[in-house]
Nanobody, 127 residues
Framework: QVHLVESGGDSVQAGGSLRLSCVVSEHIPRGYCMGWFRQAPGKEREGVASLYPGGPDTNYADSVKGRFTISKDNTENTLYLQMHSLKPEDTAMYYC????????????????????WGQGTQVTVSS
């Protein structure tokens, strides 16, 4: 069963912007942590941004702070990643993910142990 469907990936020039979308299935509780991850060829997957809808609290990888914004439209049950000032090193497959928050943790929605994943959308940034 498909729970997360990403879209919006594209090829852009450095300095450009993109907005990724992720439609979230009704089967994923609205209080779940939502995150964006990315994986470039030959590299490990890395967490980009997370959001706890109950806050809403957001956190970002240092590499994207000030350039990327994660948000969620609860009316449309869609997660977004707005990306500005894109760099060639942002080139990767971007994945939307979800999991239950862990309130015993310092960061209930830390970018680890996500267990619902989308199929990914490709972002390519050329110099």
């Amino acid at each position: 069963q498909v729970h997360l469907v990403e879209s919006g990936g594209d090829s852009v020039q450095a300095g450009g912007s993109l907005r990724l979308s992720c439609v979230v299935s009704e089967h994923i509780p609205r209080g779940y942590c939502m995150g964006w991850f990315r994986q470039a060829p030959g590299k490990e997957r890395e967490g980009v941004a997370s959001l706890y809808p109950g806050g809403p609290d957001t956190n970002y990888a240092d590499s994207v702070k000030g350039r990327f914004t994660i948000s969620k439209d609860n009316t449309e049950n869609t997660l977004y990643l707005q990306m500005h000032s894109l760099k060639p090193e942002d080139t990767a497959m971007y994945y939307c993910a979800a999991r239950a928050p862990r309130f015993s943790d310092y960061d209930p929605c830390a970018l680890i142990d996500y267990n619902y994943w989308g199929q990914g959308t490709q972002v390519t940034v050329s110099s």
